[in-house]
Every structure is written in structure tokens, then in C-alpha cells.
């Protein structure tokens, strides 16, 4: 048994169309592939920015109520140190006052002291 060869003849013209529907049909697909990616991709992007943007909220409402406490802090602690240089004042005026008391008890003392001295030493007439 011997073999015929077999002759094909076709044209150019449909040898280039059945090329080209062979690369349209790739690029039809490579283009579903793609498109696919890119929504996985812009889907993942929206939802990693959501997440960022309810995080920068909890972070501007979180610092604004810590702006709110520091502002309440500060004005408890002007309070108190305006309640504290009340209270040192105060205490500046006993202490002088507690001063001039001492400086005349020891006066006081000190001039009894030289009384009794000196009547003990006869340097006042005995009545």
C-alpha cells in the first residue's frame, strides 16, 4: 500500500482569516482575563479604602474627644492651682502673722529675763 499524497489548495485570503479569527478569539479572551483582574483588583482597592477611611473616623473622633478631655483637664488644673495660690497666700499671711507672735514672746522672754537678772544681781532698787 502506498500513499497519495494529498494536495490542499487554499487561498491566501482564507488562510488570513482563519489567523485572524484565531487571534481575536486570544485577545477576546486575554481582554475577559483582564477585565476579571482588574474588577478583583478594584474591588479589593475599595474595600481596603473603606476600611482606611472608618479608620482615619475613628482616629478624628478619638482625637477629638481627646482634644475635649485635655481642654477639661486644663481647666480642672487651672482651677486647682488657682485654689492652691489662694491657699499659699493664706498660709503667707499666718506665717507672717505666726512671726510677729514669736519675735514678741521672745522679746517678751528676753526682757523678763534681764528684769529678773537684774533684780537678782541688785541693779534695781528693792522696793
Known amino acids: 500500500m502506498t500513499n497519495t499524497p494529498t494536495t490542499l489548495t487554499y487561498s491566501l485570503e482564507e488562510v488570513l482569516q482563519r489567523f485572524e479569527q484565531r487571534v481575536d478569539k486570544q485577545f477576546a479572551e ?23 477611611n472608618q479608620k482615619l473616623s475613628k482616629l478624628e473622633i478619638g482625637q477629638t474627644e481627646l482634644s475635649g478631655e485635655i481642654k477639661a483637664l486644663d481647666q480642672k488644673l487651672s482651677g486647682q492651682v488657682k485654689t492652691l495660690e489662694e491657699k499659699v497666700n493664706g498660709i503667707d499671711k499666718r506665717l507672717d502673722n505666726q512671726e510677729f507672735i514669736n519675735r514678741s514672746v521672745f522679746v517678751a522672754i528676753v526682757v523678763a529675763l534681764i528684769g529678773g537678772a537684774a533684780k537678782l544681781f541688785g541693779w534695781l532698787p528693792v522696793s
Open 30 to 52: 486575554i481582554n475577559q482575563k483582564m477585565d476579571k483582574q482588574f474588577a478583583e483588583v478594584n474591588q479589593k482597592m475599595d474595600r481596603q479604602f473603606a476600611e482606611v
